[in-house]
Structures are given as structure tokens and as C-alpha cells.
């Protein structure tokens, strides 16, 4: 045996990496990966909510029960807007199917866009895979639009039914603050847990004892035992620097008409 194989034997392969993309072809799906930052309510858009998982994702495996349980609620939303979206689709496509002797294909973009996907955690891929059925029934809707099946008012009509409760999933993680406690501190009800429950509410029991996590959730990485304490007053210090009880006391009032108007706010036309 070669020296070469034995030093291949006796090292460890490195980390796994890999590549994905999505192709976009509608102008309404772009849209949802972009988001609003700017000229109205800001809009959480597919590209800001992979970025802001990653936080809320970290926090989960830090045993913070609050990231555990709108880890949950991000799952829900979104199977929830998957599965309208797709049975619009299915609607849609049958539509396209009921005229005798008329073959009917979908549209398709002369020039679809290529978006790079890198996400660190499952959830960026979801809100991925969402976007991707919605730039399906796009492409389908005004498919039927063009060729007189459905009028201009039931195109944006299904469309705007659908993009709403894509927003109200990506902007489920803005509700959800960063206060760096864990399991242990809400148990001891510590000051940093009041605070967070003043915040964001009270944790539901069967999240705070672990018995329902979400599907694709981190596992918990425990951390070591410090002193109560001075554990607590470093936490809710933390909390405080990062965001002043006065300001998360306005976000919390405002969150809801907030949320209100940006999933109520319609697709642009073509």
C-alpha cells in the first residue's frame, strides 16, 4: 500500500456541500422572492425569509421554546399555502382540459430567471418550494386568462387569494424576537422569560416540554448549567441591548395591523 493510501485512510472527509436553484418565469413569483422594502408596508419577501430562519433556527437548537414554537407555525402556514395553491392548480389544469378538441399548453417564459439557492437551514428551502408553486399556478391562470377561460377580475381574484397566505408565512418569522432564553429560564419564570412572554405570549405546554416540535426542527443542543442568577441578569441584559422594552412594546401593538395590510395588499397585473 502507497503512502499516499494510507494517509487517505487515516484522515476524515471533509464537510458535504452542495448546489440548488430555482427558475422563476412569472413576474409575480419574482416579486415574492424580492419582497418590499420600500414604497409601502415592507414585505417579506422569500429571499429575507431564508435569511431570518437562520436566527430563529440557531435559537431553536439553543432550546429557546419560542423559536421551537414559531418553527411550528412557519410549517403550518406554509403546508397550509402549499395546499391551496395547489388545489387552485389542479383547478386550473383541469379548466384547460374540458375543451373538446382544443389541445391547450401552458405558458411558458422566453426568458425564466435562475435564482440561487443557499439557505443553512430547511425552512429557506420551503419558502423556496412555495414560491415554486405559486409561479405554477401563475403561469396557469393567465394561461386561461389568454385564451378567454376566465375574465381579467377571476385571474387576480385567485391570484391574490393566493400570494396572502404566502406573505402571512414569511412574515411569521417577524414576529418572532431574539432574547436568547431557553426552556430552563421559562420553567424558573427568570425575568428574561416575563419579558419574552410579554413580547411574543405564553408558550404553549406541550412546546415548553418538548412533546411537540416541528417536523424538521434542529436537535437541542443543551448548554451548560450557570449560575441562575447571573445567568438571568446576562440574558435579560442581552435583551435589552438589543431591542429597548418601550420599542417591542409599539412592534407588538403595530404587528398585528401590520400583518393585516401586507396580507391583504394584491398582485400587481402583468
Wanted: net charge positive; hydrophobic share 40%.
Amino acid at each position: 500500500m502507497s503512502t499516499a493510501e494510507v494517509k487517505g485512510v487515516s484522515q476524515h472527509p471533509g464537510g458535504l456541500r452542495s448546489q440548488a436553484s430555482m427558475v422563476i418565469q412569472t413576474r409575480q413569483a419574482q416579486r415574492l422572492v424580492e419582497g418590499r422594502e420600500k414604497n409601502g408596508p415592507a414585505i417579506i419577501g422569500m429571499t429575507a425569509f431564508g435569511r431570518r430562519t437562520r436566527n430563529l433556527w440557531l435559537s431553536a437548537q439553543n432550546d429557546d421554546p419560542y423559536a421551537d414554537w414559531f418553527l411550528i407555525r412557519i410549517e403550518d402556514a406554509i403546508e397550509t399555502a402549499r395546499g391551496f395553491i395547489q388545489e387552485k392548480t389542479k383547478a386550473m389544469q383541469q379548466l384547460l382540459k374540458v375543451m373538446d378538441g382544443v389541445k391547450i399548453e401552458v405558458a411558458v417564459s422566453m426568458n425564466p430567471v435562475a435564482i440561487p439557492l443557499q439557505f443553512t437551514n430547511p425552512y429557506g428551502y420551503m419558502g423556496a418550494y412555495l414560491i415554486a408553486d405559486f409561479d405554477e399556478l401563475v403561469r396557469w391562470v393567465l394561461t386561461a386568462r389568454h385564451f378567454g377561460l376566465i375574465d381579467r377580475d377571476k385571474s387576480m381574484e385567485i391570484l391574490n387569494g393566493a400570494s396572502r397566505p404566502i406573505r402571512r408565512a414569511f412574515h411569521c418569522v417577524a414576529e418572532w424576537y431574539f432574547t436568547s432564553i431557553n426552556r430552563d429560564d421559562v420553567i424558573r419564570q427568570t425575568a428574561a422569560a416575563k419579558h419574552a412572554e410579554e413580547i411574543m405570549g405564553a408558550v404553549p405546554q406541550n412546546v415548553l416540554d418538548g412533546t411537540h416540535r416541528a417536523r424538521y426542527a434542529p436537535d437541542i443542543r443543551k448548554r451548560k448549567v450557570l449560575d441562575p442568577f447571573t445567568d438571568s441578569l446576562e440574558k435579560l441584559a442581552i435583551a435589552k441591548s438589543r431591542a429597548p422594552r418601550s420599542v417591542f412594546a409599539v412592534m407588538a401593538e403595530q404587528r398585528g395591523v401590520a400583518s393585516a395590510a401586507v396580507a391583504n395588499e394584491p398582485v400587481p397585473d402583468e
